[in-house]
């Protein structure tokens, strides 16, 4: 079942994608898969070459921004701007549970110049809490 949760009009962030929700993303307009989990984190769920098999069926773009444990860097939020800007429609990130998704799309937008406190905002509604890269966002706002 999927749990699809709307960050903006162009950005979407999931728990785990399971294959068959790959459909029910294409249903809802979306033209881009950001996957943001490591291969190997759960082995028993999907890795990042099925996605993309299912994915590309589905006539869906994928890019692959792993984010483990160690946190965030520089290039990751780049590469989370550059998925953004060049989708040809909304994206749905997923990861574990949808937190880190929300946090990488909260440091590209933040570097894109959105106001940090519409981001947390944004990111509550959604069911995510920024705080806990808060100093980041801001200073990223302020390059």
């Known amino acids: ?6 960050l903006n009009e162009n950005v979407l962030v999931s728990p785990q994608l399971a294959l ?16 943001n989990r490591p291969d190997g984190e759960e082995p028993s769920a999907p890795q990042g070459d099925e ?3 299912a994915a590309a069926a589905a006539g869906l773009n994928y890019v692959a921004i792993p984010v483990g444990h160690a946190g965030f860097s520089e290039p990751q939020v780049d590469a989370m701007i550059a998925a953004m800007e060049q989708a040809e429609g909304p994206i749905l990130a997923y990861c574990r549970s ?3 998704s929300t946090l990488l799309w909260a ?3 933040a570097k894109q110049g959105e106001d940090p406190e519409t981001i947390a905002r944004t990111a509550a509604q959604a069911g995510y809490d920024v705080s806990p890269i808060r100093a980041m966002i801001d200073m990223l706002s302020q390059r």
């Open 51 to 53: 996605i993309a098999d």
């Open 107 to 109: 440091l590209a937008s």
């Open 20 to 35: 068959a929700d790959i459909a029910a993303a294409a249903a809802l307009g979306v033209t881009t898969i950001v996957n």
């Open 1 to 6: 079942m999927s749990d699809f949760r709307r």
């Open 98 to 100: 949808g937190t880190r």
